[in-house]
């Protein structure tokens, strides 16, 4: 069965960076798709970033365009998400996910898996 394990989660202010880390086990890893996800307090969870396979192709929110960066080492088996210039509306549990199928990181069928969540909070 497949494990995720989150970790660099924190509090920082408005305008400071985090790097959020997924540890992979029990799965390929390699040729499966990637992503973040996240949810605030009394919200749904939502798509965060994807990344393709072969890290070629990635996907993001409007939101956190430009801000956020999603990277993989497959050799590692670890998946990062790079989070500059956090704001208050960014704070929320983020968490980590394995594609269903396809393998690009688009997310179009729900996450074969999850992990258990990083708590990520920003004061201003």
């Known amino acids: 069965q497949a494990q995720l394990v989150e970790s660099g989660g924190g509090l920082v202010q408005a305008g400071e960076s985090l790097r959020l880390s997924c540890e992979v086990s029990?799965?390929?890893?390699?040729?499966?798709?990637m992503g973040w996800f996240r949810q605030a307090p009394g919200k749904e969870r939502e798509f965060v970033a994807g990344?393709?396979?072969?890290?070629?192709?990635?996907q993001y929110r409007e939101s956190v365009k430009g801000w956020f960066t999603i990277s993989r080492n497959n050799a590692n088996k670890t998946l990062y998400l790079q989070m500059n210039n956090l704001k208050p509306e960014d704070t929320a549990i983020y968490f980590c996910?394995?594609?269903?199928?396809?393998?690009?990181?688009?997310?179009?069928?729900?996450?074969?898996?999850w992990g258990q969540g990083t708590q990520v909070t920003v004061s201003s």
């Open positions: 996910a394995v594609e269903n199928a396809y393998g690009l990181g688009m997310f179009r069928t729900p996450p074969s898996s």
């Open positions: 029990g799965i390929t890893f390699s040729r499966l798709g």
């Open positions: 990344l393709a396979w072969n890290a070629l192709r990635a």
